[in-house]
């Protein structure tokens, strides 16, 4: 099963155009919608980001050691 993903917008009427894809006529495909509107491209949030959102509420904190914590609890080490 080979899956394609394409990137669009509904338009005004309603429509939604795909490139041409003559390799899946007479074929059955699954459609599933997913409304991108609120995701931001490509914006991760880094550690260091989330640390300087957060630095008023932290702190005091030492950003390394609860980093360290974090991966050593979610890898059990």
Do not use: S
């Amino acid at each position: 099963m080979h899956t394609q993903v394409f990137r669009t917008k509904v338009h005004e009427d309603g429509v939604i155009r795909i490139p041409e894809i003559k390799n899946l006529v007479n074929h059955y495909v699954d459609v599933y919608l997913r409304d991108r509107t609120d995701v931001k491209k490509n914006e991760k949030m880094t550690f260091r980001k989330f640390i300087k959102k957060w630095e008023g509420i932290i702190e005091g904190a030492d950003p390394d050691k609860m980093k360290f914590e974090f991966l050593k609890e979610k890898y059990k080490l």
